[in-house]
C-alpha cells in the first residue's frame, strides 16, 4: 500500500491538490474537514458537536476525528492506498493513525508538507469565504485563530515525521498546475525509490 499525508496550514491547498493526487494516483482520498462538513451538513450530534468547534477556529476533539478515520480505514479495506487530508493535526491523532496502520499490517509512506506564508493564506481563505459559504472562511480574526492553532497542535506533527525521515516540504505558491507537477514528482521518486528496494 502507498499511504500519503498531505500537510500544511490552512488553506494552503491541500483540498485542490488532493483532488488531482486522486485522480491520477488510485489513492482513496480521506479529508477529514470534507468528512466533518458532511456530518454538519445532515445536522448529525457529530456534526452539531464539530461545528461548535469549527465556526470558532479551533480543531474539533481528537476522539472524534480519530473515530471517523477508524471507520473509513475499514469501509475501505481493499483500497491500494490512502491519501490523508488535513489529517492528523495534532500529535495524538498522528500516534493514533500509526497504530490504526500498523494493525492493517500497513504505514505511512511520505508526508508532503505545502509551504506558504500566512498573509497569501489569509487572503486565499477571504477569497474563499466570499463564495463557499463556509462559516470558518468569513472572519478575518477566525481565520487567524486556526493559524494560531495550526502553528502550537499541528506544526509539531511535521517533526514527529521528519523523525521518521518521511517529510517532504513543497513550495505552495505558484499555479495549482506548477504546484501538482512538484507534488507528482515527489510522489513518483517514492514510488520508484519503494519498487526498487522490493526488486
Ligand atoms: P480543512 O477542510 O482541512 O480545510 P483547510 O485547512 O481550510 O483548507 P485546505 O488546505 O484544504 O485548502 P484548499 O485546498 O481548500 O479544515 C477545516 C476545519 O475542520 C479545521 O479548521 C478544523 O476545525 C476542522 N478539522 C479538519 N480536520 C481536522 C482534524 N484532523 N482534527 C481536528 N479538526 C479538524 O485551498 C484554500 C483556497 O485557496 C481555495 O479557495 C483554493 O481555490 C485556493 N488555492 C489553492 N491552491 C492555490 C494556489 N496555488 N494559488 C492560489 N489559490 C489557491
Redesign the pocket.
Known amino acids: 500500500m502507498f499511504n500519503l499525508i498531505l500537510f500544511?496550514p490552512?488553506?494552503?491547498?491541500?483540498?485542490?491538490?488532493s483532488e488531482k493526487i486522486v485522480e491520477k494516483f488510485g489513492l482513496v482520498h480521506l479529508?477529514?474537514?470534507?468528512l466533518?462538513?458532511q456530518e454538519i451538513a445532515g445536522k448529525t450530534p457529530l456534526g452539531l458537536e464539530a461545528k461548535n468547534?469549527?465556526d470558532k477556529?479551533?480543531?474539533?476533539p481528537?476522539e472524534v476525528?480519530i473515530g471517523m478515520i477508524d471507520s473509513c480505514l475499514d469501509k475501505h479495506s481493499y483500497a491500494k492506498g490512502f491519501l490523508f487530508?488535513?489529517?492528523?493535526?495534532?500529535i495524538a491523532?498522528a500516534e493514533a493513525l500509526d497504530k490504526l496502520l500498523s494493525y492493517k499490517k500497513t504505514a505511512i509512506s511520505k508526508v508532503i508538507a505545502l509551504d506558504v506564508l500566512e498573509e497569501e493564506l489569509v487572503a486565499?481563505?477571504l477569497?474563499?469565504g466570499e463564495t463557499s459559504g463556509r462559516s470558518?472562511d468569513t472572519d478575518e480574526a477566525i481565520i487567524r485563530k486556526?493559524f494560531l492553532v495550526y502553528k502550537t497542535e499541528t506544526e509539531p506533527v511535521a517533526g514527529y515525521y521528519e523523525a521518521q525521515g518521511k517529510l517532504e516540504v513543497i513550495k505552495?505558491?505558484?499555479?495549482?498546475e506548477e504546484?501538482f507537477e512538484a507534488v507528482s514528482n515527489s510522489i513518483e521518486s517514492e514510488i520508484a525509490a519503494r519498487q526498487q528496494s522490493v526488486s
Open positions: 500544511g490552512p488553506g494552503s491547498g491541500k483540498g485542490t491538490q479529508s477529514t474537514g470534507n466533518l462538513r468547534f469549527i477556529g479551533q480543531l474539533v481528537d476525528v487530508d488535513g489529517f492528523p493535526r495534532t491523532q486565499r481563505l477569497k474563499r470558518d486556526r505552495g505558491i505558484g499555479t495549482i504546484i
